[in-house]
């Protein structure tokens, strides 16, 4: 292995492979390594650091490379480890004969191993040695009630309701980055951790130290991006249902809200407002004024947003002159379509800033002069018809190679126009993330899942896992989004989905219901009375005591508005989630490192969410410190494990008192 110091980086050689390590960041380091003559000069999700400095020192055995809490050592037979101070986090894993283990070295095993695809492109793999007893968290949400992610195996791909965001956080002190926007896979083994990309012509990873989650956190965040300020106008009630067919229909919801003297913060305008898809406007058939639909709304305190599909059909307005232009994913064979729901369409390539302009200058004619105030960036994952991944071609390479980042260019393309229009509270929900879509004000929602418990269970998971992956805005479909309203213990689920999602960051009602027995607006196969619509889906639908207890739970988030902001402001500030696993706030307990249903909402309110059909009460864990119920009572010295009361219309929440 050949040793080079170059500009406060190390250069390490050996036959055809390079490698570049470089600090990145606080206790941080950036690590690269390729086959080819020379690196990309891609950053992917890495913000340039503010300061390079570093300490570097060459022996005999080796090289090292220091940053902060963070150490590196290259042998000189070629593989690494990684030290938070003097503690090993994370050691290559190889079997072969050039390297001393004691392990089968006839294996012939490498750490790092590329398997060419064509051009510059690889298949990479990435090992590690896995550390017994360590637990991983984060990689964005994936629909599984595993908080722990130790033992799992998670494809690096964007599906409806996947979201890949690949960075993971261990109890061991560190966090790591995957920076890599393409397809692939990791295995967090008991006995190694494999990292693979399907096509790339780098292999490129992050590295941080911590003691603490909250420092690895701040430290990942600080070169990734951080949410900007959230509205104080959009931490109350948000209003949806598939969906509001006309301009008449938004109204009379927000009107009822407004009689009832409920706030609404954010009433919802789903899919197919619109003639075609690709169309970005309203049917005028339907919605004949938008600009007073709007004002009356505003006069209610009630935002409005609307959705935005990414699909473009071929009869739509725009389809023939996006085509061929180039604004449009490619396909690689056969038949040009990406999308076949309600229409035979293509998908606009978020990847391509003309395509990015395009999009934005449609909407802003259609939605934003209207005065609509944010975007529902559905479909952002993108969806395909098949995750044929290998089918499809950005702008800027393969979907194989890049397509994991096209739901962060996609939330970018909205911000910066909106940015550029002189709004400054900006947040748009978007079905689909990656590293860095936080600083785009992106709103993460958990797709289209269904109404039973497992599936609430799953959220809880996938929420906190999404926030510890930088994503601290993040929402889901309230009582499910396939569920049907005949269902036995329907009515139960929603009121104790709707009591977590208001201790969540957004609370927002969301849902397909059945049966779908009301009537089309319209005989036509296309147009905004062309598509079928649930059933109503405000709080007073589902019953007079559902309604009570739904109101209950709402007027106790807007109580806590004055917190909730402050908490928002601290994931601004340092990249904290705003909900977060008990071990977050309690990193010296080790009993918070397992617990997996119940969570903090910021650093002073611990949650109990019920997750299971019939259940009156709880087991609850208090850290260590002084706790009294949210609803009164004497307060509680922890640690300790006690049995709280859950009546249908009370979620257990216990708030964290200093004395």
Not at 426 to 439: E, F, M, P, T
Not at 513 to 540: A, K, Q, V
Request: charged share 25%; hydrophobic share 35%; aromatic share 14%.
């Amino acid at each position: 292995m050949f040793f080079e110091v170059r500009e406060n980086a190390l250069l390490c050689r050996e036959g055809n492979e390079t490698i570049l390590l470089e600090p990145w960041g606080v206790s941080a380091l950036r690590v690269r390594a390729t086959k080819n003559a020379r690196f990309t000069g891609e950053d992917h999700a890495l913000e340039p650091p503010a300061e390079r400095t570093c300490r570097i020192t060459l022996t005999d055995q080796g090289a090292s490379i220091e940053k902060g809490k963070l150490r590196a050592f290259v042998s000189c037979r070629g593989w690494m480890e990684f030290y938070n101070w003097d503690r090993r986090v994370l050691k290559e894993f190889h079997r072969n004969f050039r390297g001393a283990n004691d392990h089968s070295p006839s294996m012939k095993l490498e750490a790092r191993s590329y398997k060419p695809a064509a051009g510059d492109d690889y298949g990479v793999t990435l090992r590690f040695e896995a550390n017994p007893g360590e637990k991983l968290f984060g990689m964005g949400q994936y629909q599984q009630p595993n908080l722990d992610l130790k033992g799992c195996v998670l494809e690096l791909a964007q599906r409806n309701s996947q979201v890949s965001v690949p960075f993971c956080l261990s109890n061991l002190g560190y966090g790591f980055l995957w920076n890599n926007p393409g397809v692939g896979s990791v295995i967090f083994g008991a006995n190694e951790t494999v990292w693979h990309a399907r096509l790339t012509p780098d292999l490129d990873f992050w590295l941080t130290a911590g003691d603490t989650p909250q420092e690895i956190m701040e430290n990942y965040t600080a070169v990734t991006g951080r949410a900007p300020e959230f509205p104080e106008n959009a931490l109350g009630l948000w209003q949806s249902k598939l969906r509001y067919r006309t301009q008449a229909e938004v109204l009379a919801v927000a009107e009822e809200y407004h009689r009832r003297g409920i706030p609404l913060d954010v009433i919802v305008i789903d899919f197919f407002h619109w003639v075609r898809q690709g169309d970005w406007s309203f049917d005028p058939v339907y919605w004949p004024d938008p600009a007073a639909m709007v004002r009356q709304l505003h006069a209610y305190g009630t935002r409005c947003m609307v959705s935005v599909w990414p699909t473009v059909d071929r009869k739509s307005v725009h389809y023939a002159e996006m085509t061929e232009r180039g604004l449009v994913i490619r396909t690689e064979r056969g038949s040009v379509q990406c999308f076949d729901f309600q229409g035979d369409t293509v998908i606009y390539d978020a990847e391509n800033p003309a395509a990015r302009e395009y999009i934005w200058e449609k909407c802003r004619e259609s939605y934003y002069s209207a005065g609509i105030d944010m975007f529902w960036l559905d479909e952002a994952e993108p969806e395909y018809s098949a995750y044929d991944y290998e089918h499809f071609r950005h702008y800027t390479g393969p979907a194989l190679r890049v397509g994991c980042r096209y739901p962060l260019d996609h939330a970018m393309a909205f911000y910066q126009g909106m940015r550029r229009e002189g709004q400054r509270d900006i947040v748009n929900l978007v079905r689909s993330a990656w590293v860095g879509s936080q600083k785009y004000a992106a709103l993460l929602w958990s797709g289209d899942i269904p109404s039973t418990f497992a599936a609430l269970r799953d959220q809880l998971a996938a929420g906190l896992n999404a926030g510890l992956a930088g994503i601290p805005w993040w929402t889901s479909d309230t009582g499910g989004f396939f569920g049907d309203v005949r269902a036995p213990g329907f009515n139960e689920l929603l009121i104790r989905w709707f009591q977590f999602s208001a201790f969540c960051p957004v609370l927002r009602m969301h849902g397909d219901r059945d049966p779908h027995d009301i009537p089309r607006l319209s005989d036509l196969d296309y147009g905004g009375g062309f598509s079928d619509t649930g059933r109503p889906n405000e709080l007073w639908s589902y019953g007079e005591e559902v309604y009570a207890i739904l109101k209950k739970a709402l007027e106790l988030r807007l109580s806590l508005k004055p917190y909730i902001k402050s908490v928002f402001d601290q994931a601004s500030r340092n990249g904290s989630p705003v909900i977060r696993p008990l071990f977050y706030e309690f990193p010296e307990d080790g009993h918070c490192w397992e617990i997996d249903d119940e969570y903090m909402f910021g650093p002073d309110y611990l949650v109990a969410p019920v997750l299971y059909e019939g259940v009156r009460e709880r087991t609850v864990y208090l850290p260590q410190g002084v706790w009294r119920s949210l609803y009164g009572g004497v307060p509680v010295t922890g640690p300790v494990t006690l049995t709280a009361p859950a009546p249908l219309d009370t979620i257990p929440v216990y708030v964290r008192e200093y004395r």
